[in-house]
């Protein structure tokens, strides 16, 4: 064989396993580095090696130690679809009458993915911007992405250890009221989950009993306003971010794989 026709050979082979991995993340939803390597039979190294690449090249997301498929991070074909173009305004909106900072996340999976924030000023300090990714079980804008997901989601993230971010980060046996309580009032409260000092109001937007996303209002504490007019002004933003989506194929667009 050419030296050429090794190189193509070694490429596609290299392709080949990339190919692999990815496929094998997308089917379990989230995984471990160490179970990718067992299930292929392929050294830990090799795996890691791929695994900087799909990650830097935006294909899957690393979180606590699990990598998540990201394949519902691309925008949509159709740019007129996205759904930030649609949240902007209103995240805007929601910014300049709170002074607060807003924020679009979604979750992919078992991960909170957050899309656009609106910051209130240059040095606000919150945790969770654009492009970032959370652990579902923590933060007013995680919470109730978690709360109205699908059971098997509720399992995964339950099932397994919930990480502290601070010492306000709720603990595996709070969880379940949280979530309940999020259930039944519609808004979630989160007082230095995931930063001292910083508190959060979200919402879900709810398309069809299905959870397309959260909004939220993040703060120094204490609030500048009432909680329950927080939670008032979030959902006027959640339907009129819903009535500017003009198909149902835009809003059912960003539904976590899962759904």
Same mark, same amino acid.
């Given at each position: 064989?050419?030296?050429?026709?090794?190189?193509?050979?070694?490429?596609?082979?290299?392709l080949?396993?990339?190919?692999?991995?990815?496929r094998?993340?997308?089917l379990?939803?989230?995984?471990?580095?160490a179970?990718?390597?067992?299930k292929?039979?392929?050294?830990?190294?090799?795996?890691?090696?791929?695994?900087?690449?799909?990650?830097?090249?935006?294909?899957?997301?690393?979180?606590?130690?699990?990598?998540?498929?990201?394949d519902?991070?691309? =925008?949509?074909?159709?740019?007129?679809?996205?759904?930030?173009?649609y949240?902007?305004?209103?995240?805007?909106r929601?910014?300049?009458?709170t002074?607060m900072?807003?924020?679009?996340?979604v979750r992919?999976?078992?991960?909170?993915?957050c899309?656009?924030?609106?910051?209130?000023?240059?040095k606000?300090?919150i945790?969770f911007?654009?492009?970032?990714?959370?652990?579902?079980?923590?933060?007013g804008?995680a919470?109730?992405?978690?709360?109205?997901a699908?059971s098997?989601?509720?399992r =995964?993230?339950?099932?397994?250890?919930?990480?502290?971010?601070?010492?306000?980060?709720?603990?595996?046996?709070d969880?379940?009221?949280?979530?309940?309580?999020?259930?039944?009032e519609?808004?979630s409260?989160?007082?230095?989950?995931?930063?001292?000092?910083?508190?959060?109001?979200?919402?879900?937007?709810?398309?069809?009993?299905?959870c397309?996303?959260s909004?939220s209002?993040?703060?120094?504490a204490?609030?500048a306003?009432?909680?329950?007019?927080?939670?008032?002004?979030?959902?006027?933003g959640?339907?009129?971010?819903?009535a500017r989506?003009?198909?149902?194929?835009?809003?059912?667009?960003?539904?976590?794989?899962d759904?």
């Open positions: 064989m050419s030296v050429s026709g090794k190189a193509l050979s070694s490429g596609y082979n290299s080949t396993r990339g190919l692999e991995i990815l094998l993340i997308q379990c939803g989230r995984v471990r580095v179970d990718v390597s067992k292929l039979d392929l050294p830990l190294s090799t795996v890691y090696r791929y695994v900087v690449i799909l990650r830097d090249s935006g294909f899957i997301i690393d979180i606590d130690g699990y990598l998540i498929p990201s519902k991070l691309a =925008e949509a074909g159709d740019d007129s679809e996205h759904i930030v173009r949240a902007e305004p209103v995240l805007r929601l910014r300049d009458e002074k900072t807003a924020i679009l996340a992919i999976h078992a991960a909170a993915v899309l656009e924030a609106s910051f209130a000023h240059p606000h300090k945790s911007q654009r492009g970032q990714v959370r652990t579902l079980s923590a933060g804008t919470l109730p992405l978690l709360a109205f699908p098997s989601v509720l =995964e993230v339950l099932g397994n250890e919930v990480r502290p971010y601070t010492s306000a980060t709720p603990k595996r046996v969880l379940d009221v949280e979530l309940e309580r999020v259930r039944t519609g808004y409260v989160s007082y230095g989950h995931l930063t001292p000092g910083m508190c959060a109001v979200g919402v879900p937007v709810i398309v069809d009993g299905r397309l996303c909004l209002l993040v703060g120094e204490p609030l306003m009432e909680v329950g007019e927080a939670v008032k002004l979030l959902r006027e959640a339907r009129e971010m819903l989506m003009p198909s149902r194929g835009a809003r059912e667009a960003w539904l976590s794989p759904e």
